[in-house]
């Protein structure tokens, strides 16, 4: 009997994702985490008008696009799953510090839909009080009703999943490296670029040039992380570290850059001053994206710039 | 080797135990940085990326002027937040625009406050004294809190003085005396004396005074010329003006373990910089039944930016009337003005209505 009760409760528990900020980073430790432990979950759906509407409207005027849009995405989930996963990350240790905006959006969404009955799902990461990523985890399955071991495990098969996704994203892009056609390095926050409503009419737009965007956040972490140096002693965001360290990682394989930011993006409104004024042998494209923007502006400045890097290209074959 | 000029940006009233901490301790020269101006801004912005937060702009504002003023050494501070990255692109920007000084960077070292300092000037200055800068130390940061005691004081009273600038004028005296100070003694007599003068100065309350509190971003919140010299404009309204946030409460006296426990039933976790203060602070003048609470911030300020939603909670809760200011370089001063004016047309009518 008892047993049945808890079966039936474990059954109906659903868990909502927003597809929207750290989902891009962490999709496969998430998900295979869930799926390890039978929890059912549901993932908002790809980024859209009304999404955006909506974010925008619950958002404070000044937040950035991508937080933006992230509320909106929560919005959709309220109703539709019992609890809502909203990370908490205070910094990564060694590995450098977020943009404050991680450290809030837990608060922040609890804060905006209070009279909405929210519930969100504790996931906190914060190295100083000894809350590792594998913590987090097990607090999460603990929560979750599962065992430790049980949580370990599916902790562990999913962190593995998530590698070899990296892996596999790092062959396929070798691959798209070695074709002959103009390459764009794109440094932008994957949640910004994966995007379907920020990022991925760029993306599109680009191969529609007949180029092959290049996404600096496909990168081995640690190399990139390493490599940043080069270009900045004191960068303290980790995700901007390691998008900056893709630069030198990449930039002899590519023709031309795109700074790509979400307005009016904190970090970036620093590291991209910065990437301009030092990296100096290669054009670059600023690019600001705000939900006013309207897709001809943008495809205009794309279309003159890869004009730019194919005449430059043109003057140097001739040349040799 | 020439004599070091050294300079850091402008913060409030703090420039006073900045000279002594870099002549006495350092032993090198002190520009202080000329006063923010329109110009100050409009070069600082010139410079810096569009949409940084408009503290960067005034310190890359100040660090010019101070080089037309005979600088050689600028010191950048390192911290939370976007303040840790500023030094590294004001460097560049600064050698880009083709200025030969000395930067020292403190996010390049990774130790505690005074002792980065100290790492950060050995690079430029081997032969400098421990011993020195340990007996000054706390001399200026005993100057840094009685800085802060005299301006509670100030906006407690300046905004019912018989005689309009009679508190600026003793605090001007007070400021320029503190920079010839090196002794905690001579700290301590300078510090009584003009609490006393302060104190002297012919005041006329009413029983009930409207009582407002000031929370918000760092910088915004202490530099009085990027917030329009709210606290100013306040006080000429007859407000008294209660603020927490300086330099010695957030370097010295930081509870923020009890701020963390008094506000989680708003927030779980800190949301960055300056926002636990801020949302500690709202709550407590809330309860206490403040009349209202003014919030100011540079614009796009992250941290600041998310506590909003929190505050708006509050001011649900408790019905206190919050107004909110994000200051970017283009601030008109009518528009602020005017909403300065109607909030303060509200809460009056408020209290009225409370009688
Ligand atoms: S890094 Fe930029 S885009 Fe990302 S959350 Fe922070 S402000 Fe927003
Ligand atoms: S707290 Fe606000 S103003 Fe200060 S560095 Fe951060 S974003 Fe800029």
């Not at chain 1, 990296?166 to 994957?190: G, V, W």
């Not at chain 1, 980790?238 to 590519?254: A, C, R």
Request: aromatic share 12%; net charge positive.
């Amino acid at each position: 009997m008892n047993v049945v009760i808890r079966k039936a409760g474990l059954y109906t528990m659903k868990i909502g994702i927003p597809r929207a900020l750290l989902y891009y980073k962490y999709k496969h430790l998430w998900e295979f985490f869930f799926d390890e432990l039978d929890i059912e979950y549901i993932v908002s759906p790809e980024t859209n008008n009304e999404i955006v509407r909506k974010g925008t409207t619950y958002a404070i005027d000044e937040s950035c696009l991508s937080s933006k849009i992230y509320l909106g995405h929560v919005e959709w989930l309220i109703n539709k799953c019992d609890y809502i996963l909203v990370p908490r990350i205070s910094d990564y240790g060694s590995g450098g510090t977020v943009c404050t905006k991680f450290q809030a959006i837990y608060d922040v969404v609890s804060n905006t839909f209070r009279d909405r009955n929210i519930k969100l799902l504790y996931y906190n990461i914060d190295p100083k009080a000894a809350d590792f990523e594998m913590i987090a985890f097990l607090k999460m399955g603990k929560f979750l009703g599962k065992s430790k071991s049980r949580s370990l495990y599916a902790y562990l098969i999913a962190k593995q999943m998530q590698k070899c996704a990296q892996l596999k994203e790092i062959d396929e892009q070798k691959q798209r490296l070695s074709e002959n056609k103009t390459k764009i390095l794109l440094i932008a926050h994957r949640y910004n670029i994966c995007d379907k409503y920020i990022g991925e009419p760029i993306i599109t737009f680009l191969r529609e040039l007949g180029t092959v965007p290049i996404l600096g956040d496909i990168a081995s972490k640690r190399e990139a992380l390493a490599k940043s140096i080069e270009i900045s002693e004191t960068l303290p965001w980790t995700f901007n570290k390691e998008l900056v360290g893709s630069i030198p990682l990449y930039k002899d394989k590519v023709d031309g850059i795109i700074l790509m930011s979400a307005f009016p993006c904190g970090p970036d409104s620093l590291v991209n001053d910065i990437v301009i004024r030092r990296v100096k042998d290669i054009p670059i494209l600023s690019l600001m994206l705000d939900e006013h923007e309207g897709s001809a502006g943008i495809q205009t400045r794309l279309e003159s710039f890869v004009d730019i890097i194919r005449l430059k290209k043109g003057d140097f074959n001739e040349k040799t | 080797m020439k004599k070091l000029k050294a300079s850091f940006p402008h913060l409030g009233s703090y420039h006073a135990p900045l000279e002594v901490f870099f002549t006495a301790g350092f032993g090198v020269d002190y520009i202080v940085p000329p006063p923010i101006t329109k110009r100050t801004l409009e070069i600082g912005s010139r410079y810096s990326p569009d949409y940084v937060c408009a503290p960067f702009k005034y310190h890359l504002g100040n660090f010019i002027e101070t080089i037309e003023a005979g600088a050689n050494t600028l010191v950048q501070s390192s911290g939370v937040c976007r303040l840790g990255y500023y030094g590294e692109l004001h460097e560049q920007i600064l050698q880009d625009l083709g200025y030969k000084v000395h930067f020292v960077n403190l996010a390049k070292y990774k130790a505690p406050k005074p002792i980065n300092f100290y790492n950060g000037f050995k690079e430029i200055k081997p032969d400098m004294s421990l011993t020195k800068i340990a007996q000054i130390f706390p001399v200026v940061l005993k100057m840094f809190e009685h800085i802060d005691e005299v301006e509670d004081f100030i906006r407690q009273n300046v905004g019912f003085e018989s005689t309009i600038g009679s508190f600026d004028k003793v605090h001007a005296d007070f400021l320029s005396d503190l920079r010839m100070i090196r002794k905690k003694k001579e700290l301590n007599n300078t510090y009584r004396n003009y609490m006393k003068r302060f104190k002297e100065i012919s005041v006329k309350k009413p029983n009930n005074p409207l009582r407002v509190g000031i929370i918000g971003e760092y910088y915004t919140i202490m530099e009085p010329f990027s917030n329009h010299y709210i606290e100013k404009e306040l006080a000429q309204m007859g407000i008294i003006v209660d603020r927490w946030l300086n330099v010695s409460n957030t370097l010295l006296h930081y509870p923020k373990k009890e701020m963390k426990k008094h506000i989680e039933d708003y927030v779980k976790y800190p949301m960055g910089a300056t926002s636990i203060p801020t949302i500690d602070r709202a709550l407590d003048y809330a309860k206490k039944g403040y009349d209202g609470i003014i919030h100011v911030k540079s614009f796009g300020c992250t941290p600041e930016i998310d506590t909003i939603p929190v505050l708006q909670n509050i001011s649900n809760d408790y019905k206190i009337p919050i107004l909110y200011f994000s200051f970017d370089t283009q601030t008109s001063e009518t528009g602020f003005t005017t909403r300065l004016e109607a909030f303060y047309d509200m809460i009056v009518m408020r209290k009225e209505a409370k009688k």
